[in-house]
């Protein structure tokens, strides 16, 4: 089935995290991605030195195709705003400033084409005092608030143990950019869209934070669950004989349950509704935890299954990679590589027409589409030439 974006053009611009997986997640609903790079490559490449391939630059750079521009020239400018006129969107994640100052921000590029959707990621935001200043992952989490959450009471703040902030803001980014798109369609009009690490990580705790707000109490760490869901009920984490399992949404129909599996159905009778049961959760906690450490993971996801207790595994990164239920729906799979000859990868997560969705294809080789889309500019192959040896491509 053709996927839902073949057919939109994106001018890439984007280095690191944030940006280049928004544009990833385009080109795997089928966008084309002309990913701009100095000559050297973007900084994704050669992040993590020592690593070849870079398995950095593979996950969020799958499916693109990149042209090496050296945008100080400014016949490499003259370039881009070629390209600009044959694409809908234009997409970088650079400190606030530096677009404009190479000639290519938003009012720069809508009088080359008046519809483009220009979509920035950045680390704070355009507007306020902090507008000016980079950003990487972990200040969206620190500012965000989330590291203030994470972990138990005592510790030192704790950041996630991944990108979260790089990979909501590059989600949230894509998600903007496709609004814009349709009222650029729609109108003939485009649109400029920005959103920062420090934003995405407030919009990431909605929940959290509206009840701060609206409650003026402070819930305190999220320790083996949540900093309000662990409060009022069971939803948590907790150690079998052989490895950790969760359970959540325990209501109180679930507890008589749970309660009557674990061997204490005097548990359901001492708490028997919400709010005593919140009350008696140190000791409700406390006991189940003896009990289940008594037995495998085996043994309680059994029961649980039997009498509708909602759980998972905790899994390691070698669990994930061997779980049927994510690659039965595309989660994970396997791309070619041209040293490794095929690596496992992040696949997409959203699906059409319930069919998995396939990743656009491996990260490009860098430079290796430049002759092509100079080509569709016009430019023969000797003035191809020419600025390739003059360092302009």
């Known amino acids: 089935m053709p996927r839902p974006l073949e057919g939109v053009r ?78 809908e969107m234009v997409v970088n994640n650079f400190r606030p400033g530096v677009m404009e100052r190479l000639g290519l921000g938003y009012e720069d590029l809508r009088g080359v084409n008046p519809a483009i959707v220009y979509g920035s990621a950045t680390g704070f935001g355009p507007l306020g005092p902090m507008a000016g200043r980079p950003g990487v992952d972990i200040m969206g989490q620190a500012m965000g608030g989330i590291m203030t959450k994470t972990g138990s009471e005592g510790d030192p703040p704790s950041p996630a143990g ?26 003939g009009e485009g649109e400029q869209v920005d959103v920062s690490l420090y934003g995405s990580q407030i919009a990431l705790q909605s929940f959290e934070i509206t009840t701060h707000s609206m409650m003026g109490r402070d819930a305190g ?25 969760v359970l959540g949404s325990v209501d109180m129909y679930r507890f008589r349950r749970l309660a009557a599996l674990v061997g204490a159905p005097e548990l359901s009778e001492r708490y028997p509704d919400d709010r005593r049961r919140a009350e008696g959760l140190p000791v409700i906690n406390a006991e189940l935890e003896r009990r289940f450490r008594g037995e495998t993971r085996a043994h309680w996801f059994e029961r649980f299954e039997d009498q509708d207790i909602i759980f998972a595994p905790v899994q390691s990164y070698d669990e994930v990679l061997a779980s049927e239920q994510a690659w039965a729906n595309g989660y994970l799979q396997t791309l070619p590589h041209p040293v490794l000859g095929e690596v496992t990868v992040a696949g997409s997560p959203i699906q059409f027409g319930r069919r998995p969705a396939s990743v656009a294809g491996p990260a490009p080789e860098l430079g290796d589409s430049t002759e092509r889309y100079l080509e569709e500019l016009g430019l023969d192959w000797e003035e191809i030439g020419r600025l390739r040896d003059e360092g302009v491509t």
């Open 10 to 87: 994106v001018l890439d611009f984007t280095w690191a995290q944030q940006g280049p997986f928004a544009t990833a997640l385009l080109a795997d609903m089928g966008a084309e991605i002309i990913k701009i790079e100095g000559r050297d490559g973007e900084r994704g490449r050669h992040i993590f030195p020592g690593e070849r391939p870079v398995p950095y630059f593979v996950a969020h750079n799958r499916g693109k195709h990149s042209v090496t521009l050296d945008l100080k020239r400014p016949e490499a400018i003259e370039i881009v705003r070629r390209l600009v006129g044959r694409v």
């Open 162 to 187: 991944a990108a979260i902030a790089d990979q909501t803001g590059a989600i949230l980014l894509a998600v903007g950019m496709l609004a814009a798109l349709l009222r650029a369609r729609a109108t």
């Open 221 to 245: 760490r999220g320790g083996l669950g949540h900093p309000e869901a662990s409060r009022r009920g069971i939803w948590r984490a907790f150690e079998a004989s052989d490895g950790w399992f």
